[in-house]
């Protein structure tokens, strides 16, 4: 790989983040939409004990980042 492809790689990831951070924030103010926060997610407290398990969550971004890095690569071997 020489060094343009590896700097275009980086660009390209570097907006990506971009977007998913921007998602992320725009995402946090629905009010029926907080990751985290589904049905699903564990979440157990007792006094001097917290373990939180976002199983739900895990779940829903997986799917979503398959489906994008899918349509992405795709695209891409076009």
């Known amino acids: ?6 700097g275009r790689l ?3 990831g ?6 998913a951070g ?5 995402l946090g103010r629905i009010p029926g939409l907080r990751l985290g926060e589904l049905p699903g997610d564990i979440r ?3 006094p001097g004990f917290s373990c939180f398990f976002p199983l739900a969550t895990m779940v829903i ?13 795709r695209l891409i071997n076009r």
Do not use: H, K, P, Q
Not at 14 to 19: P, S
Not at 22 to 26: E, S
Not at 62 to 72: C, D, G, P
């Open 1 to 6: 790989m020489d060094m343009n492809s590896v």
């Open 10 to 12: 980086l660009l390209v």
């Open 14 to 19: 570097g907006v990506i983040m971009m977007i």
């Open 22 to 26: 921007a998602l992320f924030l725009l």
């Open 44 to 46: 157990i407290e007792r």
């Open 61 to 73: 971004l997986s799917l979503l980042l398959t489906l994008v890095l899918n349509i992405l690569v």
